[in-house]
């Protein structure tokens, strides 16, 4: 199924297309079950962040954080969001249970263009402290540089958001952090009449395998990856060793 056939799709059925990625994202590394909800539930949501000296490695102290699952407009907010920077080179630090693999393959390929470092660590700004939700979600939204934190622990790049992390010209994943893999599908319009969802499950045909394993080695990491994602049931997320993250070349262990 092309991208075009598969936004169509989701354009008709969004509330249902959100829930069904869900399946997949809920088998995640274990969070608390409102952090689960924020993150399946939202867009990928960009914005600044800034921290204390060397925050997010030497020298850096700001960075773009990402949140959420990748959707049809991520990759132009991405671009938005860079374009508010003042388009410097930042890092970006990911935290997603996954979404649309080709839209994630897009800010892959945006990162490389732009030689840009990714992460995976949670942001947490000061203005979450709190745990009012409605006042951390807004100031997320603010385009304001918000004042944080980023820690690794409980920290997820899965499914589809590992393809966004190939793209990086540095790729880093804390220890504490989890890089989650698993056999990858697409939706589409399910005319059955007893389809409840009216989405169906498209799984990887060796076409699209075949892609996927050609993007990860232009980005320098061994297809090897892949292939293992392959067989791994959809509806269950395999966690990365960090042995396995340095012989696959995905991703080095410090922030």
């Known amino acids: 199924m092309t991208c075009r056939t598969l936004r169509a799709a989701v354009a008709v059925l969004a509330g249902a297309a959100v829930a069904s990625i869900q399946i997949h994202a809920a088998l995640a590394a274990k969070r608390a079950p409102s952090e689960y909800d924020e993150l399946n539930n939202t867009p990928l949501l960009f914005y600044l962040a800034k921290g204390a000296p060397n925050a997010c490695g030497p020298g850096c102290s700001e960075w773009i954080a990402a949140e959420g699952y990748f959707d049809a407009g991520a990759p132009e907010r991405l671009r938005a969001v860079l374009a508010r920077a003042g388009n410097r080179n930042l890092p970006i630090y990911l935290q997603s249970p996954g979404g649309f693999i080709d839209e994630a393959m897009v800010i892959g390929r945006f990162l490389r263009e732009h030689?840009?470092?990714?992460?995976?660590?949670?942001?947490?700004?000061?203005?979450?402290?709190?745990?009012?939700?409605?006042?951390?979600?807004?100031?997320?939204?603010?385009?304001?540089?918000?004042?944080?934190?980023?820690?690794?622990?409980?920290?997820?790049?899965?499914?589809?958001?590992?393809?966004?992390?190939?793209?990086?010209?540095?790729?880093?994943?804390?220890?504490?952090?989890?890089?989650?893999?698993?056999?990858?599908?697409?939706?589409?319009a399910n005319r059955s009449p007893e389809s409840t969802s009216g989405l169906?499950?498209?799984?990887?045909?060796?076409?699209l395998v075949s892609r996927l394993?050609?993007?990860?080695?232009?980005?320098?990491?061994?297809?090897?990856?892949v292939w293992t994602a392959e067989t791994i049931n959809p509806d269950k997320i395999r966690i990365l060793s960090g042995p396995e993250m340095r012989r696959w070349k995905l991703a080095a262990p410090k922030l």
């Open 213 to 225: 394993g050609e993007y990860a080695q232009v980005m320098g990491v061994n297809p090897e990856l």
């Open 115 to 188: 030689q840009m470092t990714a992460g995976v660590a949670r942001t947490i700004p000061d203005a979450c402290a709190a745990r009012d939700v409605k006042a951390c979600r807004a100031a997320k939204r603010s385009g304001q540089i918000l004042n944080a934190r980023l820690v690794g622990i409980s920290a997820g790049c899965n499914s589809a958001c590992v393809y966004a992390l190939m793209g990086a010209a540095t790729r880093v994943a804390p220890p504490q952090s989890r890089v989650g893999i698993h056999r990858m599908f697409m939706f589409e």
């Open 200 to 207: 169906s499950r498209v799984y990887a045909a060796a076409p």
